[in-house]
């Protein structure tokens, strides 16, 4: 699940040709774990030969993702675009949980935001607290875990790649994404959140090694 989705992220965070992000909720800064994880960074990524763009003239973003892929969803906000593209059905913005039906078994759904002049800072307590870590370390706190994988220069852009998913005191639930948040000197903010969908578990123990 790690190694495709790891992949298919890289993939975006190349190919996107203007800016790049993830919905997150309102984070708080947590305590530092002296913990670090084995993060797989390749040096090269081979793009895939056959590849459909995506592209908005008025954000001025455009990426490609696979063809085999559907989507994309666009949803534009005032000065807020949000897309999104998935192997498996994508359903418009705001579609409710029980409206969904997804059938296909390890898909994956990446999400990029752009948010032009953004006044929200909502992201900067966790940005700072990254920022402080090597690779491969990690915060914690009673529910979530977040693990820096490493830091991004993108053209004008800077930025943190990193997962965020649940501690181990709060694994009663799936929740795990592989994240990238890039921002300019013009409060330009650009997300992009991979998550995989309806993972095949394998009777496995751990869901996070599924």
């Known amino acids: 699940m790690q190694k495709t989705?790891?992949?298919?992220l890289l993939m975006f965070i190349f190919v996107v040709t203007a800016c790049t992000p993830i919905l997150i909720d309102n984070p708080t800064t947590l305590p530092i774990t002296e913990t670090a994880t084995d993060i797989v960074v390749?040096?090269?990524?081979?793009?895939?030969?056959?590849?459909?763009?995506?592209?908005?003239?008025l954000f001025g973003l455009g990426f490609q993702y696979p063809s085999g892929w559907l989507g994309p969803d666009e949803y534009i906000s005032d000065?807020?675009?949000?897309?999104?593209?998935?192997?498996?059905?994508?359903?418009?913005?705001?579609?409710?949980?029980?409206s969904?039906?997804?059938e296909l078994k390890n898909s994956y759904y990446v999400t990029i935001q752009y948010s032009k002049n953004s006044q929200n800072d909502y992201w900067?307590?966790?940005?700072?607290?990254?920022?402080?870590?090597?690779?491969?370390?990690?915060?914690s706190g009673a529910r979530s875990l977040v693990i820096k994988i490493r830091q991004l220069n993108r053209g004008s852009f800077e930025g943190i790649e990193y997962i965020?998913?649940?501690?181990?005191?709060?694994?009663?639930?799936?929740?795990?994404s592989r994240q990238v948040i890039l921002f300019d000197s013009q409060s330009n903010i650009v997300t992009i959140m991979g998550t995989p969908n309806n993972v095949d578990l394998n009777?496995?123990?751990d869901w996070r090694a599924a």
């Open 124 to 139: 900067k307590d966790t940005y700072q607290s990254l920022l402080k870590l090597k690779d491969g370390e990690s915060l």
């Open 100 to 102: 969904r039906v997804y």
């Open 5 to 8: 989705l790891l992949l298919f």
């Open 203 to 205: 009777n496995a123990t």
């Open 42 to 57: 390749p040096a090269d990524v081979e793009a895939f030969e056959d590849w459909k763009p995506y592209q908005n003239s």
């Open 164 to 176: 965020s998913t649940l501690s181990e005191t709060a694994q009663t639930e799936h929740v795990y």
């Open 79 to 98: 000065q807020d675009l949000r897309v999104e593209v998935g192997s498996d059905v994508v359903y418009p913005y705001g579609t409710g949980l029980e």
